[in-house]
């Protein structure tokens, strides 16, 4: 019945994809919508393709595991999701209009700074091309968990059905589909979120049963202070730095039909965030109360919880919705890169007339490229969801974040700045990642964020002060 279920929410999703594809007639279209996007598709769009698989498993998995110490990770994401729609949202959406009326944070930085060699352009694009295959991969991970569990396949199998349906939706529709499919993704998300712990509580005989049994298990697992070091803490509260450097957020904002929309979205988001955080957090901390002797796999706990406790149509529903969740991200990821890769790489090394006519194409055959690589990092069963996205997450936060808030706010930044900025960010990332041990074992967003701030500005300085030429700085849009 689950399988059924789950199909029919899979033939719905292809229904809207074939839908939206018949107003997919340009690359534009393709990539950005042609900037339609009203307050609602905006809102819940930036939200469900951020939550993605995480917050159904990963999330409730490490809480389930670790009790309230793990509150500092949703803590630290609303107030930077906050900070995000306040402070960049608006101003990226008027900012990429007006400077080339951009279609991707690549050709925006290459055309904010008069970038004519296309060298920030690419070394931009690569890196988004790094980091979103390594978090692709995570919600590829997540997917395959649960078909395992809907269809009792082979992990192995169960991948690559999830790489199959989730990129041919994506290359049919594009930006357009997307935004359409995760406004009823967003829907069924929270529904999810709200059921699973209503469910849970009731079934152990209330809060109060709840809540014993949870001091039973462990006496101080309400404690969230309990035995965790202030690295951790900063560690958890450094995630919402990766908001000012997601790909897959930031096209949103640059998608909206106009700026003037970005504080009904920012309400509309930032609730439906709060309360979807909350579930997820419910779930794993009431899921360790229903499970007092544990799970295999903690990731799994929404999973398991929907089985227990619903009839088989509505587990298919919930189920339905860990996949909306996971595959609303991989889709919005996939179209970002692949834009990424023809847009921002391939055209400007080979600038070919007759490559750009097949632009779409490219796009789609990118798509699948780029999805096939991701499949091979997730290839291997033992990879942990948040392990993945707190590595991707991390390196575009770290990476793109510091470039996007100086763009929009310090007139002084140049071009050679923002490059030795990203380099210096990419190394430090993937070095930090591989330490362990002491300071290592501070999230690796927190010094790359830092390299990156550093690298800016002294890049900058030294381009203003040593360059034989004009600094050009393309001239800012009168806010």
Not at 280 to 299: K, M
Request: proline letters at 3%; a positive charge; charged letters at 10%.
């Amino acid at each position: 019945m689950k399988a059924l279920v789950t199909a029919i929410y899979i033939l719905s999703v292809y229904i809207i994809g074939y839908i939206a594809s018949r107003n997919t007639k340009s690359v534009s279209d393709y990539i950005i919508g042609n900037r339609k996007l009203n307050a609602y598709t905006t809102a819940l769009g930036a939200g469900a393709s951020d939550m993605s698989g995480w917050l159904m498993m990963a999330l409730p998995g490490v809480v389930f595991l670790s009790g309230v110490t793990e509150i500092w990770l949703p803590i630290g994401l609303t107030i930077g999701a906050y900070l995000n729609w306040k402070f960049v949202a608006k101003k990226l959406r008027k900012y990429t209009h007006h400077f080339g009326d951009a279609a991707t944070i690549p050709s925006y930085f290459a055309n904010r700074f008069a970038d004519k060699s296309n060298l920030l352009r690419i070394v931009t694009a690569t890196a988004i091309i790094i980091f979103f295959t390594v978090y692709i991969a995570a919600a590829f991970v997540s997917c395959a968990f649960v078909f395992e569990i809907i269809l009792d396949l082979k992990y192995t199998d169960a991948l690559l059905l999830s790489a199959v349906i989730i990129v041919s939706y994506t290359s049919i529709g594009g930006f357009i589909a997307i935004n359409w499919i995760d406004m009823f993704q967003g829907i069924l998300m929270l529904f999810a979120l709200v059921m699973v712990p209503i469910a849970i509580v009731n079934h152990l005989g209330g809060i109060t049963n709840t809540v014993d049994i949870l001091n039973n298990i462990n006496a101080n697992i309400t404690n969230p202070f309990l035995k965790i070091a202030n690295i951790k803490i900063i560690s958890l509260l450094a995630w919402g730095l990766g908001y000012f450097g997601q790909p897959h957020i930031l096209i949103r904002f640059m998608g909206a039909k106009n700026p003037y929309i970005i504080d009904k979205s920012r309400k509309i988001c930032m609730s439906w965030m709060i309360l979807s955080l909350i579930g997820a957090f419910l779930v794993g901390l009431f899921g360790s109360a229903l499970y007092p002797q544990g799970i295999a796999n903690p990731e799994t706990i929404f999973l398991k919880a929907s089985d227990m406790l619903f009839s088989p149509w509505i587990a298919g529903i919930l189920f339905a919705a860990v996949l909306s969740a996971i595959m609303s991200t991989i889709s919005a990821q996939l179209l970002v890169s692949s834009a990424s890769l023809i847009e921002d790489i391939t055209f400007q090394i080979f600038n070919k007339d007759y490559l750009k006519r097949n632009g779409l194409l490219l796009n789609k055959i990118a798509v699948l490229i780029i999805a096939a690589i991701a499949v091979v990092i997730a290839y291997n069963p033992q990879n942990t969801v948040l392990s993945l996205v707190a590595y991707g997450w991390g390196g575009l936060g770290a990476t793109m974040g510091p470039v996007i808030l100086l763009s929009l706010y310090w007139e002084k930044m140049t071009k050679f700045g923002a490059v030795i900025g990203m380099i210096l960010s990419v190394i430090t990332v993937i070095v930090w990642k591989n330490l362990s041990g002491g300071i290592f074992e501070l999230y690796e967003i927190v010094p790359g964020f830092t390299m990156c701030c550093l690298g800016i500005l002294i890049g900058s300085i030294l381009e203003r002060r040593f360059s034989k030429s004009p600094i050009n700085i393309s001239e800012e849009p009168n806010l």
